[in-house]
């Protein structure tokens, strides 16, 4: 009789099972008709169920906004946080539980606004996420007001002339943070696309970061040409990059680029029109925040830290005087 | 000797016992976490916690009872069942009960006498491990009850059945070790069989076993009695490949750690250890010398291949028969002198208190061709020993050299543990025919040919030199440099590798062909033949608009892309307002299909746009 190991009895036993779209969901999404929400929820969980990943292997962190309930209509682990704090709260997790599969969701405003300062840092600390900003180029939840992907002229609660400034280009600001390792752009008008970018962020080991270009059919929905195939983008093509089904190719045409050079990465990612679709930078060689510190913790001297911490904090001992 | 015993096996197993508890504690704690959720999903939102948890300035501004009602709408649907709560609620308690009584005793070892029945011992020793098998299927239960993966159907009876044969091998380790001990002096007859036998059933019990004498005396008929009697106890890994094994002395200053290594192996394990001896603290290291008691460590751990697992590193001297170690003697002048020679078993004995009557001195009258060293005499045919006296050296009371002749039953045991001793190192892999026979032949070939092929290129060199071929004589000296220096020069091919490296390509940023297009094109969706309504589902972003819309009419697919469910479902109204809002413009209205319906041209005017 051969004798299985506690791990490997776990593994068969609680391991490899076959999923339904229908292990993935929760609640109901609350979500308006029409939104591009529904679009990504979807293809996360067609995701997780092609891989046959247990739901209890994953961990989903959002901030606020529409886009932040994500967690609460993905079946699995989730942490609802606050507003622009979701990768401060992810690197958390990700220190803290590196056996999950961590998904940070955030919405335009959660992660280029209120957030851009951990946005910044969390790009180059690098730990392992798969992080997804899902832009509607406007504040959905607080219902239109302008984010930093407004763009200019649009009318919102905040702008009632018109946004004053040419919106923010993510993605030139992302491709300056040293130690960048993953960065994607794709649209959820274009579901196989967004399907194969999610699959190939969801390999990287590293901060694999997602733009994804959607439409707020309540707020702003003449965004994005209305999503049609109007919308100019063009597909990025390069070995090892996301594949572009068949299907596709009547939305946009496609160029060749090498994803391996930043040069060329910061080329692509300038061109706002036509808007470039796919892997736009990839380096599987930047070392993750989570294994630069574990390899740190091996050689940690515990007892000798907290001896000299307890030394530090003994010179502020208030002591009783007697007499 | 018990409490030396007890002590030992305390020390080595301290650390695993701290790891035990951990892995209790942790799946403890994990189904500890499930009741606590499960106790909130239950109690959490209840009037008077909500209350609470508002405290007194929050209750008189919210109403708790409303809160209460809002907040436990979805409890029902996230509590377990209670067959489940009761089944993780009995692990709790269970693991909960045996950290308890840990914590007040902690686990220990258990220790039996070697004089024990084998039967009683065996049932002993599977009784424990069985105690420690029923912990750890509550740990294997508590971990699938996190993942929510545990089915009475299916693994009720697993467990059920769940004993210490089914444990991995972390778990064997961590199970306090079962000692069987005893001692040479008290060995009864039928102890080697029992040895066998306890062994045999691959139960993972360890035997300590103590050694304080290491010669025997002759029998009556003068026939050789080996040390350990008939059977050869060091070579037990040749009977039992998955048995542990270490033969040292107690002096050794690694003694401590290697048991705390062996003892907690998951497999069977057997410890012979020589005791200490106050009266010669030299003794052991000169067994070890004498290969009286050689250093054994056997790991079948280690390696896959039984070789690398059996280490007699610690052995002086291990490629040698004998290890050479120096004499101190004074001459008859009183001047300070050394002798280099091999120590030998017989060496050994003759310093041994009770063995002193099994040596003479050499006869004066013994020619010293007669006389032979008893380490050289061992390795010669019988028909070259004959008419030599072995003999060996030693200082008498005055620190003079003197030699000895040992008595044929310390002459018969020193040649029986070159042999056992040779016989290691050969299944060591140190020393063996096999390999000392290709090593020669395989020096020789190598030697006959380097030889040919240097002078082969010598001549070449010389011959294009004389032709005057520049090119080609550099080519030879480098061919000959690369032979000499032990390189294989047909490997390096320098103008092929230049050439590779000058043509690689260099990425291009270029518009893809418009073949691309046209195979597109022929992947996208046909138009289904019929007027009908009908989608580009593939390229559906699954929004919800459409279904909100008709939820007759359209429908999701198993991979949640919008489909035609029933044409027939409602109205031509609402396929046309689904095409007009749909997020993807791929839904195409077709004709309508109820003639009578109102406003029809209207909506067959908007429909164009769509078809
Ligand atoms: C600290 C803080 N500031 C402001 C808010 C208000 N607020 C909630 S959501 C949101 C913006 C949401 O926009 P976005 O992140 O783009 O997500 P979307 O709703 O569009 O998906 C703001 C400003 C808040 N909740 N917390
Ligand atoms: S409206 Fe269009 S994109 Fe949205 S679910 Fe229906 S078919 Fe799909």
């Given at each position: 009789m051969t004798v299985l190991s506690m791990e490997e009895f776990l593994e068969k036993e609680c391991g490899d099972h076959n999923y339904e779209l229908e292990d993935y969901e929760a609640e109901v999404p609350r979500w308006c008709k029409g939104c591009g929400d529904h679009g990504v929820l979807t293809s996360v969980q067609k995701l997780l169920r092609d891989r046959k990943i247990n739901p209890e292997d994953v961990i989903c962190v959002s901030g606020i906004g529409c886009s932040s309930r994500f967690p609460h209509y993905?079946?699995?682990?989730?942490f609802h946080g606050i507003h622009g704090r979701a990768l401060t709260l992810s690197e958390g997790v990700a220190l803290a539980r590196p056996d999950l599969h961590l998904l940070t969701v955030m919405g335009d405003g959660d992660c280029f606004s209120i957030g851009g300062n951990h946005w910044i840092h969390a790009l180059r600390y690098n730990f392992n996420a798969t992080v997804i900003v899902l832009d509607n180029e406007i504040y959905g939840l607080t219902k239109k007001q302008a984010s930093p992907t407004t763009r200019q002229g649009v009318v919102t609660n905040t702008t009632p002339k018109g946004a004053y400034l040419k919106s923010l280009n993510p993605l030139t600001l992302m491709l300056g943070v040293t130690n960048i390792s993953f960065l994607a752009q794709t649209a959820t008008w274009l579901p196989g696309h967004l399907d194969n970018t999610l699959n190939k962020a969801w390999d990287h080991k590293g901060l694999s970061f997602v733009r994804i270009l959607q439409r707020c059919p309540a707020y702003l929905s003449s965004s994005f040409e209305a999503t049609g195939p109007d919308f100019p983008a063009v597909f990025l093509e390069g070995e090892g990059g996301i594949a572009v089904d068949k299907g596709m190719l009547q939305k946009a045409s496609v160029i060749q680029h090498d994803h391996h050079n930043l040069l060329e990465a910061q080329k692509v990612a300038l061109t706002e029109t036509p808007s470039p679709m796919g892997l736009i930078y990839y380096d599987p060689n930047v070392p993750t925040y989570g294994d630069i510190r574990r390899r740190r913790i091996k050689t940690l001297d515990r007892p000798g830290l907290i001896a000299g911490l307890n030394a530090e904090l003994d010179k502020y001992t208030v002591k009783q005087q007697h007499g | 000797m018990e409490n030396e015993i007890t002590k030992i096996v305390e020390d080595s197993w301290q650390k695993k016992r701290l790891s035990l508890m951990e892995e209790i504690d942790r799946a403890a704690r994990a189904v500890e976490n499930i009741l606590t959720l499960e106790n909130y999903h239950r109690e959490g939102h209840k009037v008077e916690t909500v209350g609470q948890s508002l405290g007194e300035f929050g209750s008189h501004a919210l109403d708790p009872n409303a809160l209460a009602t809002l907040l436990s709408q979805g409890d029902e649907k996230r509590r377990m069942s209670a067959e489940r709560l009761e089944r993780i609620q009995k692990i709790y308690r269970e693991l909960d009960q045996i950290r308890q009584g840990y914590r007040q005793t902690p686990p220990q070892g258990k220790i039996v006498s070697i004089e024990e029945e084998t039967q009683k011992i065996l049932r002993r020793s599977e009784e424990h491990l069985n105690s420690m098998a029923r912990l750890f299927g509550l740990i294997r239960m508590a971990h699938m009850e996190v993942k929510a993966k545990y089915h009475t159907e299916e693994h009720d009876a697993y467990f059920s059945r769940f004993n210490w044969r089914q444990m991995d091998d972390t778990e064997v380790s961590l199970c306090p070790p079962f000692i069987v001990w005893g001692e040479t002096q008290k060995t009864s007859e039928s102890f080697y069989s029992k040895f066998l036998a306890l062994l045999s059933e691959g139960v993972p019990l360890k035997i300590l076993f103590f050694f304080s004498e290491l010669s025997k005396r002759a029998s009556a008929e003068g026939r050789l009695i080996p040390l350990h009697g008939s059977v050869n106890l060091e070579l037990l890994p040749l009977t039992f490949r998955k048995i542990y094994l270490l033969q040292t002395a107690s002096v050794n200053s690694n003694l401590k750690e290697q048991l705390a290594k062996g003892l907690s192996v998951p497999r069977p394990g057997v410890f012979f250890i020589l005791k200490k001896d106050e009266t010669l603290l030299s003794r052991s290291e000169e067994a070890l010398a004498s290969r009286a008691f050689p250093y054994i460590a056997y790991n079948p751990e280690a390696s896959t291949d039984f070789v690398s697992c059996l280490d007699l590193s610690a052995n002086p001297d291990v490629h040698r028969l004998w290890p050479k170690t120096a004499l101190n003697y004074l001459t008859g002048e009183g001047k300070a002198e050394t002798l280099e020679r091999d120590f030998t078993y017989a060496d050994f004995a003759s310093r041994e208190k009770g063995l002193k009557d099994q040596f003479t001195p050499l006869p004066s009258n013994i020619s010293e061709e007669k006389a032979v060293v008893l380490s050289e005499y061992l390795t010669r045919t019988p028909a070259e020993r004959t008419g030599k006296v072995p003999f060996i050296y030693a200082v008498d009371e005055k620190k003079h050299l003197i030699q000895l002749v040992p008595s044929p039953s310390i002459i018969a045991q020193t040649a029986d543990r070159m042999h056992l001793w040779q016989s290691l190192r050969e299944v060591a892999g140190i020393d063996n025919p096999h390999l000392r026979a290709l090593e020669h032949k395989l020096k020789t070939q190598l030697t006959e040919d380097k030889e040919k092929t240097v002078n082969q290129l010598k001549a070449e060199m010389e011959a294009r030199l004389k032709a005057g071929e520049k090119q080609a004589v550099y080519e030879a000296m480098k061919n000959l440099a690369v032979r000499l220096m032990g390189?294989?020069?047909?490997?390096?091919?320098i103008k092929s590798f230049v050439s590779h490296a000058l043509s690689a390509k260099v990425p291009t940023m270029a518009r893809s062909q418009a073949s691309g297009l046209k195979e597109a094109a022929a992947e996208v969706q046909k138009k289904p033949s019929g007027d009908q309504v009908w989608i580009e589902s593939k390229l559906c972003t699954t929004c919800d608009e459409c279904i909100t819309i008709n939820k007759k009419i359209f429908g999701y697919n198993k991979d949640k892309k919008a489909v035609v469910?029933?044409?027939?479902?409602?109205?031509f109204r609402d396929i046309v307002k689904a095409a007009e809002k749909c997020s993807a413009k791929i839904i195409h209205p077709g004709r309508p299909l109820d003639p009578k319906e109102k406003d029809l041209d209207k909506w067959v005017k908007r429909a164009e746009k769509f078809q």
């Open positions: 993905l079946k699995t682990y989730g | 390189l294989e020069g047909a490997k390096i091919d469910l029933d044409p027939k479902g409602g109205p």
